[in-house]
C-alpha cells in the first residue's frame, strides 16, 4: 500500500492534478511539507493518548505526508527498506546508552 501510495505522489509530482491536495503540497515547496509532517506527528502523539481509531487515522496522515517528503527529496522506498534491512538483527546495545552509564 506503501508503495502504490508513494506511487501515485510521485505520478503528482510528475503531472501536477488540479483540486489535488498532493499537487498543492508540492506547489507550496519543501517549508509547507515539512510543516504539515511536524503538525502530524504531534497530532499522532494527542491521538495516542485517545483512542485506537484517532490514532490509526493521525498515523495514515503522517505517513501520507512523509511519503510526500520522501518524494520531494528524491528518496526512494528502496533507500528506506535498505536501510531498514540493514538494522535487522542487530542489537542494538542498550548498555552503550549515555543514561544508562550514568544510571
Ligand atoms: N492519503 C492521502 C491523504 N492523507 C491525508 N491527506 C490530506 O491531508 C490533509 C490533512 O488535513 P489537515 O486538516 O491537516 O490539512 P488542511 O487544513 O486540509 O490543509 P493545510 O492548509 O493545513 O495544508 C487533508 O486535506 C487530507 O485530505 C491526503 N491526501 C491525499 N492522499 C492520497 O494521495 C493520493 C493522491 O491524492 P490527491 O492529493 O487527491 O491527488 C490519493 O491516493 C489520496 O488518497
Known amino acids: 500500500m506503501l508503495e502504490k501510495l508513494y506511487n501515485e505522489i510521485e505520478e503528482r509530482k510528475n503531472d501536477p492534478k488540479e483540486g489535488s491536495y498532493t499537487t498543492y503540497l508540492f506547489d507550496k515547496g ?3 511539507i515539512l510543516k504539515k509532517v511536524g ?8 491521538a495516542a493518548k485517545n483512542d485506537k481509531e484517532e490514532l490509526v487515522s493521525e498515523t495514515s496522515d503522517l505517513l501520507y505526508h512523509l511519503l510526500v517528503l520522501l ?7 528502496d533507500e528506506i527498506n535498505q536501510e531498514l534491512d ?5 542489537k542494538s546495545k542498550i548498555s552503550d546508552r549515555k543514561e544508562i552509564k550514568e544510571y
Open 30 to 32: 519543501l517549508d509547507k
Open 39 to 46: 503538525e502530524e506527528a504531534t497530532e499522532v502523539v494527542i
Open 71 to 77: 518524494v520531494e527529496k528524491n528518496i526512494t522506498l
Open 86 to 90: 540493514s538494522r535487522v538483527g542487530k
